[in-house]
């Protein structure tokens, strides 16, 4: 009876560790995208390779040097399209999980033209927004040789953004401006 019963405690200690190293993982992991948010806040980071998650680095700081490294300003096309990996870090942080991702094209001096509209989803308190496997064509409207701005767009108490090419300026905030919570730029070789 008293092995019985010291298997049932040795079972309770070992959930009770796994316990406190799931907690103590997943705070590593919030101090992690604390400090890549600190160094990234407001910014889209662009790559053409996929961006582990946030979860796969040891500390904050390892997450800030690997997206330095991945970190991109032009992409070359591949077999007739542009694939793109993007994190955003979200300021303002996400008050709810409606978002949309808006590319519009710079390549002009003073000249803005937007390009396409795209829905994106996060959740509340969100501050870190991973954009895997972004998929650009021609038929969409995207050039070689252009330069794109990639802007994350607050949209709380809008309609949905429309998922195809849109002509003109796509609904603002009710103030007439976009809240914009990131932004980067990508040139498409």
């Not at 870190?128 to 990639?150: C, I, N, R, S, W």
């Given at each position: ?62 997450m ?17 399209f ?19 991702l ?25 501050k ?23 802007a ?20 603002a ?17």
């Open positions: 009876m008293q092995r019985r019963e010291a298997g049932v405690v040795g079972v309770g200690f070992w959930l009770l560790v796994a316990m406190f190293m799931a907690m103590f993982a997943v705070r590593a992991h919030a101090q992690g995208e604390d400090e890549a948010w600190q160094a990234f806040h407001g910014q889209v980071v662009i790559s053409d390779v996929m961006i582990a998650p946030s979860e796969a680095f040891e500390s904050g700081a390892t800030v040097a690997a997206l330095r490294r991945v970190e991109r300003n032009a992409v070359g096309a591949r077999d007739g542009w694939r793109l990996h993007a994190v955003a870090f979200l300021d303002p942080i996400l008050t709810s999980g409606v978002l949309r808006r590319a519009s094209d710079v390549t002009a001096p003073n000249q803005r033209d937007q390009v396409r509209v795209f829905d994106v989803r996060g959740e509340a308190g969100q870190v927004l991973p954009l895997p496997d972004l998929v650009l064509t021609a038929a969409m409207g995207f050039q070689a040789g252009h330069k794109y701005e990639l994350i767009e607050r949209i709380d108490d809008q309609p949905a953004a429309e998922a195809v090419p849109v002509a003109g300026a796509a609904p905030a009710a103030s007439g401006k976009a809240d914009v919570c990131a932004k980067g730029m990508i040139t498409l070789r």
